[in-house]
Each structure stands twice: as structure tokens, then as C-alpha cells.
């Protein structure tokens, strides 16, 4: 079954830098990947997506890019907000499954 | 719509009781997830469903689990016996169902077992 790996665990930045989380994952039919956002105390929700016909993806200060070779994503916040600290998750689905997978999660602390 | 129902918010219970979590899905949608979130094992699927039917329920940890489904807008998750090592937040979620779709969360049941 597919796998998603996640790293790193935590990762603390400076107001105003950039943050990178990164995931592997293992089935070559995962076909869709998407990002979650959990603050403290509350539920995961979808902050992007991106599908493996695409390699890259923007919304404002978040991007995430996919590599099926590889089968890696990666996850981009940049000019960092002390809102954006919470903990992320990556996950990956396939079409045939329709599973969602989620990878162990990245706990990000943005420092004033 | 309301979003993905869950009761009740918090539970506690003893060692040995019988555990009954509920989610009521978003109208519409085919597929339901069950998860369970510890700091040490993350967000772990231990069931899903597509149109009511169990597909995967290779993350249940041991027979003490059982999901159902019994119609389109309701399912439970029970533990018993539970056991202290069953203490968590339960997600439940829902999607459409079609390829590639977002799932939506639940507010989640956290139980505690003394």
C-alpha cells in the first residue's frame, strides 16, 4: 500500500523567511496530492492540492511542486506570518483507491 | 450544510467500557474516513467506506474495532473493550467520493480510557 514519508518533524523560521516541508511517497498510482493545515486544538483542512498532471502549483505566499519521477513533493510558504505556525500534513491518493494517506506531519513555529 | 457532524466532542470512559463514536458525512458526498491522531503515530486511516460499503479496513488495529455505515448520511466507530492505549483524537471525514477530491474533517472525538 502507498506510503508517505514527511520531514522535517518541526521546523522553526523567522518571521518574514520561507518554509520548506517535504514529502516522499511510495505507489506510482497516487495521483493526487494534497496539503492540510491543523491548529492547535482544531481540524485538518485543505490549504492546497496538486494533481500529477500539473508540477507545480501557486495560491499567494503557498506553492507546492510534484516530481513523479522522483516521487517527492514539496510544499513553499514564503514571506512566513505568525499565523502560518500550526502543524502540516501531505498526503497522497490514487484514483483506483481513493484512500488519503497522510504523511507524519511537520510541526512549524514561525518566530517574531 | 454543516459540515462533517461528529459526537460526542470528548469522551471519557473506563477500561473495559464499550465506545460508540458517530459522524453524520456532508450531504452528498460517497466516501467516509475514519482516523485516529496520536503524537506518536500521526494521522492513522483505520477504515474507509465508498457508497456505504466498507472498501479498507487494513488500519484497524484489532478486532476490539468495528465501523458501520448503515445508511448514507450516518456511521459509528465502536471500541470494545477499549483500553487505555485506544486514548486519542478520532477524525472522521468525507468527500465526494469522484477521483481526487477533498476530504473535510470533522471537529473530531477526543477519548480518553483510565
Known amino acids: 500500500g502507498e506510503n508517505v514519508e514527511q520531514h522535517p518533524s518541526t521546523l522553526s523560521v523567522q518571521e518574514g523567511d520561507s518554509a520548506v516541508i517535504k514529502c516522499t511517497y511510495s505507489?506510482?498510482?497516487?495521483?493526487?496530492f494534497p496539503w492540510y493545515k491543523q491548529e492547535l486544538g482544531k481540524r485538518p483542512q485543505l490549504i492546497i492540492d496538486?494533481?500529477?498532471?500539473?508540477g507545480e502549483k501557486k495560491d499567494q505566499r503557498i506553492a507546492v511542486t510534484l516530481n513523479k519521477t522522483a516521487k517527492h513533493f514539496s510544499l513553499h510558504i514564503t514571506e512566513t506570518q505568525p499565523e502560518d505556525s500550526a502543524v502540516y500534513f501531505c498526503?497522497?491518493?490514487?484514483?483506483?483507491?481513493?484512500?488519503?494517506?497522510f504523511g507524519s506531519g511537520t510541526r512549524l513555529s514561525i518566530r517574531p | 450544510d454543516a459540515g462533517v457532524i461528529q459526537s460526542p466532542r470528548h469522551e471519557v470512559t473506563e477500561m473495559g467500557q464499550e465506545v460508540t463514536l458517530r459522524c453524520k458525512p456532508i450531504?452528498?458526498?460517497?466516501?467516509l474516513f475514519w482516523y485516529r491522531q496520536t503524537m506518536m503515530r500521526g494521522l492513522e486511516l483505520l477504515i474507509y467506506?465508498?457508497?456505504?460499503?466498507?472498501?479498507?479496513d487494513s488500519g484497524m488495529p484489532e478486532d476490539r474495532f468495528s465501523a458501520k455505515m448503515p445508511n448514507a448520511s450516518f456511521s459509528t466507530l465502536k471500541i470494545q473493550p477499549s483500553e487505555p492505549r485506544d486514548s486519542a483524537v478520532y477524525f472522521c471525514?468525507?468527500?465526494?467520493?469522484?477521483?481526487?477530491?477533498?476530504?473535510?474533517f470533522g471537529q473530531g472525538t477526543r477519548l480518553t480510557v483510565v
Open positions: 496538486i494533481r500529477s498532471n500539473v
Open positions: 450531504s452528498g458526498h460517497n466516501s
Open positions: 467506506f465508498n457508497n456505504n460499503v466498507p472498501i479498507d
Open positions: 471525514a468525507s468527500s465526494l467520493g469522484q477521483s481526487n477530491t477533498e476530504a473535510f
Open positions: 498526503a497522497a491518493s490514487s484514483s483506483s483507491a481513493s484512500k488519503i494517506i
Open positions: 505507489d506510482s498510482a497516487s495521483n493526487y
